[in-house]
């Protein structure tokens, strides 16, 4: 779509949509070459490392699947199979609806559920809303954010606002805050287009998060769970669908070890749809800054179906064992001490939490930027509301336990008394 494009070109793309949903086809005969050349191995990459010929410092990450470090590390088949779809073009709508579909067969979504692929679940976030504000009518899609002729208002609890309702914010609504059922029940009104439920915020909030869809339908209002960082347990991914949530979003880049600029809007057909259209690759669309390209959507599906295929309950161990290693370790000074907890929701794997006490003249904080500051550089900080530092490691590599584990045992005992 372009400014140019009339209705009847608008709806003839969303024709070409429809019909891809119901048979869809090959774009190209052609077969990929049967190999392709190796790169160059000069200028960048040269050395493996292409952070350190940029100045860049890599770290050991022990504090999870945090954006601001890069999310979590794809796997080499995830890799491979967005080196495959690099080497072709698509129709990137058509391969969207595609992706809907195989997503939602691999997650057993209830009838009339799809998906599609966006730009990590911030991108699904705000083009979720977009389409229930729009639904297929170009003109309101052009006009986002200005909300003349539409609704205007998400209702969410005062405990669940955080920085990520700023995508709520972003098409022009206003976010009508609520604490309890009858200031929910006053909130609805004609203006009122969504519901939205976050997450991680569950049990801050009065209203939970099985009944958050059961009072929109009795309102008649759509609901959207903002789940972004809710895997594992892996039974998330279809969990909310089956509790009647109309859209959910999910991080592909975190847990899932998908792209890190990928994510997924799981809902019903309708809205999902619309969504996309509210979306790259569209043009003149609040969305079309948040491109996903064809490599990350086939790296997504492939990240989603090898996640499906572990054994969670070996890794939760396998995660467990690495806590311990360090745990043994830096027990052993005098006045250090650990537990052991699991987050409620988000990053819900194993972490450990570390104190010690005044025979130790170093604050949580400190013993953080020096180990931060460090060769190598490790990252390890507060979290999850405890004293001390906390830290998780399903995202460290083999072997990286023992180096925290040395570095940290020698950073305390540098400032034991």
């Known amino acids: 779509m372009n400014s140019t494009s009339s209705r009847r070109g608008f709806l003839g793309t969303l024709g070409a949509v429809a019909a891809a949903i119901a048979a869809p086809r090959k774009l190209f005969a052609t077969k990929a070459p049967a190999s392709e050349p190796s790169a160059a191995a000069a200028g960048l990459g040269q050395s493996g490392n292409p952070y350190q010929e940029l100045g860049v410092t890599t770290v050991i990450n022990g504090e999870g699947t945090m954006t601001t470090l890069g999310g979590s590390l794809i796997r080499p088949e995830v890799e491979a199979v967005m080196a495959q779809a690099a080497r072709h073009f698509v129709s990137i709508p058509e ?42 009518n170009e003109s309101l899609i052009k006009q986002l954010p200005d909300l003349t002729g539409m609704k205007s208002e998400v209702i969410i609890q005062k405990t669940h606002r955080n920085p990520f309702d700023h995508q709520l914010r972003g098409p022009g609504v206003k976010l009508i805050e609520i604490e309890t059922h009858e200031q929910l029940r006053r909130a609805v009104s004609e203006r009122t287009a969504m519901m939205h439920f976050t997450n991680f915020a569950n049990s801050a909030g009065q209203i939970k998060v099985d009944e958050w869809p059961k009072l929109a339908k009795q309102h008649n209002v759509p609901c959207m769970n903002d789940a972004a960082a809710d895997t594992p347990p892996v039974s998330h991914l279809w969990d909310y669908a089956n509790m009647g949530y109309d859209l959910i979003t999910f991080s592909g880049g975190k847990a899932l070890r998908g792209p890190q600029c990928a994510g997924m809007l799981i809902g ?16 003149d669309t609040l969305g079309r800054g948040q491109k996903v390209g064809k490599e990350e959507i086939v790296g997504m599906l492939k990240a989603l179906e090898l996640y499906l295929s572990e054994d969670h309950d070996a890794l939760a161990r396998e995660w467990q064992q690495r806590l311990e290693n360090i745990s043994a370790q830096i027990t052993k000074i005098p006045g250090v001490s650990t537990s052991f907890f699991i987050p409620e929701v988000a990053n819900h794997v194993p972490h450990m939490q570390i104190t010690w006490d005044a025979r130790i003249s170093l604050t949580p904080s400190q013993a953080s930027q020096i180990l931060r500051s460090g060769q190598p550089s490790i990252v390890i900080g507060g979290g999850e509301g405890r004293p001390g530092l906390a830290m998780n490691s399903f995202m460290l590599q083999p072997g990286e336990d023992q180096i925290i584990a040395e570095q940290l045992s020698k950073v305390l005992r540098q400032h034991s008394a």
Do not use: C
């Open 95 to 136: 391969l969207e609806v595609a992706a809907g579909k195989r997503i939602s067969q691999m997650l057993k979504l209830p009838q009339g559920y799809s998906a599609i692929v966006t730009s990590g679940a911030a991108g699904a976030i705000q083009s979720g809303l977009a389409g229930i504000l729009t639904g297929d």
């Open 268 to 283: 019903r057909e309708e809205l999902v749809h619309y969504a996309l259209l509210n979306n790259s690759p569209y043009e």
